[in-house]
């Protein structure tokens, strides 16, 4: 059964730091990862979307990596600000389904 | 604008009573989810539709029922029968099963 961790599930930064978020899965056999951004009380908003063939994808300030042998995804975020404050959730599809299995989420502070 | 609109944004509802809940939309996606969301338990998948008038359960779907009539609505029913329903419900599409999902601003369900 996948399973999809995120650690660590509590961040805080000054402004201006680059940083990067954990995402571990346990079975290889993804058809993509998925990036998500929830801000309190809302829904979630996709960031990044990265399909197994791919290395990496790049939007803005925000670069996500994927190394499926490992079951790792990270998430740099570069010159952090105090709108990046948000909790980051990491999804992945396995091949069978099709369904999004969620971490459970980093909850980022950036402090001004 | 295209996008998800879930409603309503909160619900109460008393121990005993059915209650559904309104997703809608607008980007000519064929798949459509829903998801609940708990804290430190992260989104767990309800039930999810691949196409109009076919839907499948997901992992948590006792206590709950859809209907998949038309192709822009997929509302969630919560019956009597589930037994913990206090939770935020998110639901999402996506283009087909295996592609970027995006999500509605959430509906936060409250029994009283």
């Known amino acids: 059964k996948q399973e999809v961790t995120q650690i660590p599930a509590a961040l805080s930064v000054p402004e201006g730091e680059n940083l990067v978020l954990n995402c571990s899965f346990t079975?290889?056999?993804?058809?993509?990862l998925q990036w998500f951004r929830q801000d309190p009380g809302k829904g979630l908003t996709s960031l990044l979307l990265i399909q197994s063939s791919q290395r990496e994808q790049t939007s803005g300030r925000l670069n996500a990596s994927l190394d499926k042998s490992s079951g790792r995804s990270t998430l740099y975020i570069a010159a952090s600000q105090p709108g990046d404050s948000a909790t980051y959730l990491c999804?992945?599809?396995?091949?069978?389904?099709?369904?999004?299995?969620f971490g459970q989420g980093t909850e980022l502070s950036v402090k001004p | 604008d295209g996008g998800i609109t879930q409603s309503p944004k909160y619900l109460f509802r008393k121990e005993g009573q059915n209650v559904t809940l309104s997703c809608e939309q607008n980007l000519n996606h064929d798949a459509m989810y829903w998801y609940r969301q708990d804290p430190g338990q992260g989104l767990r998948l309800i039930y999810y539709?691949?196409?109009?008038?076919?839907?499948q359960k997901g992992d948590i779907a006792e206590g709950y029922s859809v209907s998949r009539e038309k192709k822009e609505s997929f509302p969630l029913t919560v019956t009597s029968a589930q037994k913990n329903p206090t939770a935020f419900y998110l639901c999402a599409s996506s283009i087909g099963m295996g592609t970027e999902a995006f999500f509605g601003q959430g509906t936060r369900l409250t029994v009283v």
């Open positions: 079975d290889s056999a993804i058809y993509n």
């Open positions: 999804a992945v599809r396995g091949n069978q389904g099709g369904k999004l299995i």
């Open positions: 539709s691949q196409i109009v008038n076919d839907f």
